[in-house]
């Protein structure tokens, strides 16, 4: 295990060329030393090159796994054996593995959280409240983490400031659309291997992620129907060539449905009643509420393992519905997750992130920022750089004429 897990972990590592221009900074300045990062993560090759990285920082990092499904075993074990790391994940850990492992983080008394999904931060608001004055702040990566993140902040019960890491340019036109895009289809076609050419495929919510998986399931073939709660999304998803329609309307044609919206029972029970006989459920969003799989289960007349990570539930009505990796993240509970040049992007949001938040932490108040510009654009920099790129930049005369309201054309 422990060859294949630092196998994966240096083939990500030859691939993230922004975090390796990062490391090298944090190798010789260590910005984080001193500093205790609790992190809950999807715990596979590119978050184990993450981890290293702030850990050659300076910081002491401990890690869980953000999903039940999500862990690869082989780099779980590479990260304990080769790097001397604390790391509580397993692939398939029972709901209850699935908190003590989040606590067992939290036991380091973490001065930075880094979480994806809320979970950590959650906790500590709930159940860990001691902790709150060894915390000064932390990064949040997903839109379900950062919409719990900005209703503790409406509320008044955000206790310590957080990074909304999701909405940083550099990673949510990136990460949530064309890394969301591609290993969603990995995920699908590695549990069904199914053709997607052809096929009637919805997709549920027109967010960046679902702008991703609409464009790769139209590049593949399929026939995209859209479906929305937000008037703008809807319009823009029909200017951009799907149908758009009502989710048990759309289900009644679908072969396939993929949710990605960080809402919960976007597909619910009753829409599956509706659906077509034989339709292919998958999750794309953190948790696996999406897709209401507790009424699915306990109402089915029928159910068995269909294929590895695909289970077969017969309806009353005698219908039958697939459902892909329980309703979990299919991406990485069915594939690998994203391309390791995308989440290099993100980690280096992170990583930087981090590195702010370490030095300006004083500064802070108790609420949701922004990613500075500085660390998009520093981002933006460093990808161009190692994909071998050069842009034009304004003349002196161009920065003059953007300043002058007066000039004329």
Request: proline share 2%; charged share 30%.
């Amino acid at each position: 295990m422990t060859d294949s897990g630092r196998m994966k972990i240096e083939w990500a590592r030859t691939h993230m060329l922004v975090s390796a221009e990062i490391r090298k900074k944090f190798l010789k300045e260590k910005p984080l030393k001193g500093f205790r990062i609790g992190m809950a993560l999807h715990v596979e090759a590119k978050t184990g090159v993450f981890s290293i990285l702030l850990k050659e920082g300076g910081a002491q990092v401990k890690m869980s796994s953000c999903n039940p499904l999500s862990s690869d075993d082989d780099v779980v074990d590479s990260l304990k054996k080769d790097h001397g790391m604390d790391v509580y994940a397993r692939k398939g850990e029972s709901n209850q593995e699935y908190y003590e492992y989040l606590n067992k983080v939290l036991d380091m008394k973490p001065n930075i959280i880094i979480d994806d999904g809320g979970d950590l931060v959650r906790i500590v608001h709930t159940e860990r409240r001691d902790l709150l004055s060894e915390i000064i702040g932390g990064n949040e990566e997903t839109t379900t983490g950062v919409n719990r993140l900005r209703a503790m902040e409406k509320q008044r019960k955000l206790e310590f400031p957080m990074f909304d890491v999701n909405d940083a340019d550099m990673k949510h036109l990136f990460d949530n659309r064309y890394g969301t895009g591609q290993s969603t289809l990995d995920g699908i076609m590695h549990a069904t291997n199914i053709l997607i050419g052809g096929k009637t495929v919805t997709v549920g919510g027109y967010g960046f992620c679902g702008k991703g998986i609409a464009m790769r399931m139209k590049g593949m073939g399929a026939n995209v129907i859209v479906t929305e709660v937000d008037p703008v999304k809807a319009v823009e998803a029909y200017m951009d060539g799907f149908r758009v329609m009502p989710m048990r309307e759309a289900l009644k044609v679908s072969d396939m449905a993929v949710t990605a919206t960080g809402m919960k029972n976007v597909i619910s029970y009753e829409d599956m009643k509706s659906a077509k006989n034989g339709i292919i459920l998958s999750n794309s969003g953190h948790f696996n509420n999406e897709i209401e799989t507790s009424a699915l289960s306990e109402k089915s007349v029928e159910k068995h393992m269909a294929r590895d990570n695909v289970m077969s539930y017969r309806l009353p009505d005698g219908s039958e519905v697939f459902l892909i990796s329980e309703g979990r993240l299919v991406n990485l509970a069915s594939g690998q997750g994203h391309p390791v040049e995308i989440m290099d992007m993100s980690f280096a949001i992170q990583a930087l992130t981090a590195e702010y938040l370490a030095k300006n932490h004083s500064k802070l108040e108790k609420k949701v920022y922004k990613v500075p510009a500085e660390i998009d654009r520093e981002v933006a920099v460093l990808e161009l750089k190692g994909l071998g790129l050069s842009i034009d930049s304004l003349s002196k005369e161009q920065i003059d004429y953007s300043d002058d309201w007066q000039e004329g054309t």
